[in-house]
């Protein structure tokens, strides 16, 4: 195997990425590393789709990582994830196995392919109250009033990422970002796709199943362990929609109907991040999420076999 191997399997949400990414593992002895942004907070199970279940193939477990390593209510954040990525990722490769990042995160995925140092810019809340109420517009107009060179990164695809762009543009007037020493990774990156159609009837039928067994109780009780309203609707989907049907603010019917929604609007913008990350330079082997598991797995091992003896 070449040095420093890192098999990549994303895809959006309610695609099957952990099945996958499982029995590879089994096939190539591997330990999979999580790349999702919720996946990392205890007690947060359902709404994430943890299905830790899944990890149990062929009689054994296949060791996981970067799951349940923070308590619901604790922020994290890109760089947080990098730090963790590499430790794991050096861990692993050390012990002659395999490491597999498996998940939706496309801004974590891409900040490791890409190694972007600015991850470490820290956040300013003075700047980000400043400019909460400006339209896009507006804030592409403010960061084209900086240096070139201070935005030539720039994601300028909403208004969140136009004030980050802001963000680290003020900061590199001031400072410098040091670069850390990274291990040079040779991936290989596989996505899982469907029509929309099926990926929207994938999505609700989830969606139903999560609800019946036990999603509202699961956010009732992180409410109860002291997790805030506030917290809850910053971590999106899932654990917005169900706190505001506990506090009144919506039916079960409307709950169900908005979230579904926001659920496939949610997966429409995954796959707009990861084709970003084509246009960036990252080669992503596109499979077809429908077809039958075991073709699914075959044409999965054929890219990794095709990979592997190239590199040697």
Known sequence: ???????????????????????????FNGEIISADSRQIFKGMDIGTGKDLAEYHINGKQIPYHLINIRSAGDKYNVNLFKEDFYHSFQDINQRNRL??????????????????????????????????????EQLQDTLNSYPKKLREQADSSSSKRLIRAIEIAEYLQYNDVKKKERPIINPIVIGLQSDLTTRRDRILARLDLRLKNGLI?????????????????????EYKFVASYLVGDIDFVSLKERLGIAICQFAKRQMTFFRKMEKDGVQINWLNADDQFSMLKSKAIQLINSKFDNEK
């Open 1 to 27: 195997m070449f040095p420093n191997p890192l098999l990549i399997i994303l895809g959006p949400t309610a695609s099957g990425k952990t099945k996958l990414a499982v029995s590879l593992a089994d096939e």
């Open 99 to 136: 490491p597999i990042l498996c998940g939706g995160t496309g801004m974590y995925i891409h900040s490791v392919l890409q190694n972007y140092e600015l991850t470490a810019v820290p956040r300013d809340e003075s700047l980000r109250a400043k400019y909460e109420g400006f339209s896009r």
């Open 217 to 237: 109780e699961e956010v009732e009780s992180l409410l109860a362990n002291g997790v805030s309203l506030e917290i809850l609707t910053f971590y999106g989907l």
